[in-house]
């Protein structure tokens, strides 16, 4: 899809973060946008950021709700008539819990926002995808998608899900030549404001400084990797120096990773603590 002007692309998770980046990235290239976000205010800011005259379509509604993202699907259609960019990119994290301390509830409502609301995000459009000559799906999974993290059992669960879901509709997809790409985007750390919203947990600004210099990547860098992502029809983009190291690191040795893995989870658990 090398051509995005006038395309149709739905965002969610578009008030903050790597969804606004996409939003305000895409607009600039000409492409009118459906956006969403659990909180108003944001996504507020992100249409005000964009600009007064933007040809925007956008809702408030928690994408764990089946009911609400189907007719947030209806509504977007009924607006634009087509849609050729969806990019699940809402996401929660439960923070450096264990598996066994994480209660029951975190499970349920991390999985319902990461993986829930990416599967309803994927099969509420694809019907409308599949009508166009060429189309996108761009899932958010995580590096922690392809290594399992300690301390993050929740999070690498829905992100291997992703991963897993996402790998198999892009071989459905491509089996059946319907010119729907199915992307599995796998970042590393990203200066976001997903920190900010752990499950059970207040961070302290200086907390979060620390955070943002444990994590290498801007939202504003990852937004331009999905974007050229898309436009090269890739299946898988593996985005930042950190995931990239332990992407390539995996696949020389388990063994090496899970060590570096279990480093950089001591780090991180430093500074949450």
Known sequence: MKELKNKIAVIT????????????????????????????????????????????????????????????????????????????NAGITNGNS????????????VLGVNLWGMIYGTLAFLPVLRKQ??????????????????????????????RGFSEAIAAEELFNNTGVIVTSIHPGGIKTNI?????GHTLSEDQLKKLDAHFPTTADQTAEKIISGIQKKKT??????????????????????????INWAKKLMKILQ
């Open 13 to 88: 998770g578009a008030g903050s973060g790597i969804g606004r980046s996409l939003a305000l990235k895409l607009f600039a290239k000409g492409v009118k946008l459906a956006l969403n976000d659990l909180n108003e205010s944001s996504l507020k800011e992100t249409v005000k950021l964009i600009g007064p005259n933007a040809d925007i379509y956008s809702e408030t509604f928690d994408v764990s709700n089946k009911d609400d993202f189907y007719q947030f699907s209806k509504n977007v259609i009924n607006r634009f008539k087509k849609v050729d960019i969806v990019i699940n």
């Open 236 to 261: 898988r983009v593996v985005i930042g120096p950190d995931a990239k190291y332990m992407y390539f690191l995996s696949r020389f040795s388990h063994r090496l990773s899970m060590k570096y893995l």
């Open 98 to 109: 264990s598996a066994i301390d994480t209660p029951i509830d975190v499970y349920k409502k």
């Open 133 to 162: 000559e060429e189309s996108s799906v761009v899932n958010l999974s995580s590096i922690m998608g392809i290594l399992g993290t300690p301390y993050q059992s929740v999070y690498s669960t829905s992100k291997f899900a992703i």
């Open 195 to 199: 920190v900010r919203n752990i499950e």
